[in-house]
């Protein structure tokens, strides 16, 4: 059963555009990640945010710019994206910061011509 | 570098037969973590391994974790087509708040 809901599905752009994705959990978790997914499957967490709060910013461009509006939407921003930026983005959460157990959205696809 | 990691990139079955993906890791863990990833969808966690335990079970899976040799397993018993996906294990980072998944290993089970 979904409980991470991740919009849009699949999303083609051009460089320099700005896209934005959205994700909402309904599990009532307090920990939000969005991880980048590559074309050889390989999983890389970008950010992640407890309460609101980001606790997690790993190495990524400064055009990403994740946003909270509360515990249960963590949002992603891209301004100007580059061809390296095509990917899949998956959102997930967690019940607390322990993350013993990640749930994951089915993730949204990003082409970039 | 990856703090845990898949050691084989790909394997292939027929159903029916058995199959095992292993992992190594290279941090101290408080547990292990082994998730699938279907075609299309995002990962979904098979089996949690803790620190103290040595193997754990769930339906037709079987994982192992052996702290000494910082290395898991996952095995899968009679196979079926479905269980067809990317296999990843991961570990929680130091803090544990963050995880950190191998490269996966691609399992195709074919009739």
């Known amino acids: 059963e979904t409980a991470v809901f991740q919009t849009p599905n699949y999303h083609v752009t051009q460089v320099g555009n700005e896209v934005s994705f959205n994700c909402k959990q309904t599990?009532?978790?307090?920990?939000m990640y969005w991880y980048k997914q590559d074309s050889k499957k390989l999983l890389k967490i970008m950010f992640s945010?407890?309460?609101?709060?980001?606790?997690v910013n790993e190495t990524v461009p400064r055009r990403f710019s994740p946003q909270s509006s509360d515990k249960a939407h963590l949002n992603l921003r891209i301004k100007s994206v580059e061809p390296e930026d095509s990917a899949v983005y998956l959102c997930?959460?967690?019940?607390?910061?322990?993350?013993?157990?990640?749930?994951f959205g089915s993730g949204t696809r990003l082409t970039v011509l | 570098s990856q703090l845990a990691e898949e050691n084989s990139w790909a394997l292939s079955v027929h159903e029916g037969e058995s199959v095992t993906v292993n992992c190594s890791y290279k941090?101290?863990?408080?547990?292990l973590q082994w998730y699938r990833q279907k075609s299309g969808k995002g990962p979904a966690q098979l089996i949690l391994?803790?620190?103290?335990?040595r193997e754990k079970r769930n339906g037709r899976l079987r994982a192992t974790l052996d702290t000494s040799s910082q290395s898991s397993s996952l095995s899968i018993t009679a196979t079926r087509c479905e269980d067809t996906a990317v296999y990843f294990c991961?570990?929680?980072?130091?803090?544990?708040?963050?995880?950190?998944f191998g490269s996966g290993t691609r399992l195709l089970v074919s009739p």
């Open positions: 997930a959460s967690s019940y607390k910061f322990s993350a013993e157990t990640l749930y």
């Open positions: 991961a570990t929680a980072g130091t803090g544990g708040y963050k995880v950190v």
């Open positions: 945010y407890n309460n609101k709060q980001l606790i």
């Open positions: 599990l009532g978790h307090d920990t």
């Open positions: 941090t101290s863990i408080t547990a």
């Open positions: 391994i803790r620190s103290n335990e």
